[in-house]
């Protein structure tokens, strides 16, 4: 959505909104430099980071609240659970919002006038138009562009590699529960020093986040960031899941990215307003507002 505002394709945006959780691989925030440097620099469109704070530092801070990721849980009874996800709404949602007040020159806790509202845009293509949901607050409105274009994720990577973006990453923490084999593998595989940061706080967090075991709330359990609820060094990441043969056989259309890139985990990602479970897909990371 970006590219296609500065090349005139659609109306230009004033500011494009980054949610950093603090915790993006190494290759997402190259990335956002290079959008900021080629892309957005040029056309006079500022990219603005946005953060509550750095995930990762939060959940091993005794002294920092910290809202919850989705770990897998192993009871003490052997039963599974999950702890409940409320990382998107602290570390995504919230900060933007927050920076939307600002922009529109009523911080909180300012009372915002009905007719002043963001025109904010969500990049959600036709894949997955159920996504398309209209936003919580009046003084800002949810567009879908992509939707409207009637792109297809193909579209996209078609464009973006006219573009010479092939390689761009999705968003998503670097320890996100919600990774699939293919994105542990990436990690892995590409990234030694990201995978010993992600195996060393699987670890950290076997008994639960840092201030809820300060507070005395403490997990009655264990808890994992893979599905199979076994320390991450462990974790059978090589084994290819149904659920991942039904995404790759999604994916792998005349049009759409190969193999390569299927395994290298570029269907997973993390957005404010396109959140998955387990077994759903997601979209980018960026909202752009007028």
Known sequence: MLALSTQGLLPKVDYAIFADTGWEPRAVYSHLDRLERDIAGPAGIPILRVSSGNIRADALNPDRRFASMPLYVLNKDGKPG????QCTGEYKIKPIKKKVREILGYPYPARIPKDVFAEQWVG??????????????????????????????????RYLTS????????????????HGNAQWRSIRDNSPKEWE?????????RKGNARANATGNRLLGEAFLHRSRVP????????????????MQQELTADGPDLEEWEQGVVD??????????????????????
């Open 197 to 205: 940061d992600v195996v060393a706080f699987d670890a950290a967090i």
């Open 269 to 290: 990602g993390c957005s404010p307003w396109a959140c998955r479970g387990e077994t759903d897909q997601m979209q980018g990371d960026f909202g752009l507002a007028s």
């Open 163 to 178: 573009l010479g973006l092939a390689d761009t990453p999705k968003s998503s923490c670097l320890g996100c529960p919600f």
């Open 82 to 85: 999950m702890t409940r996800r």
């Open 124 to 157: 959600i293509s036709t894949d997955e138009f159920h996504r398309a949901k209209d936003a919580d607050v009046k003084y800002m409105r949810n567009r879908h562009p992509l939707i409207d274009m009637g792109w297809s994720r193909s579209d996209c990577v």
């Open 232 to 247: 991450l060094s462990e974790a059978p990441i090589d084994h290819v899941t149904a659920s991942e043969w039904a995404a």
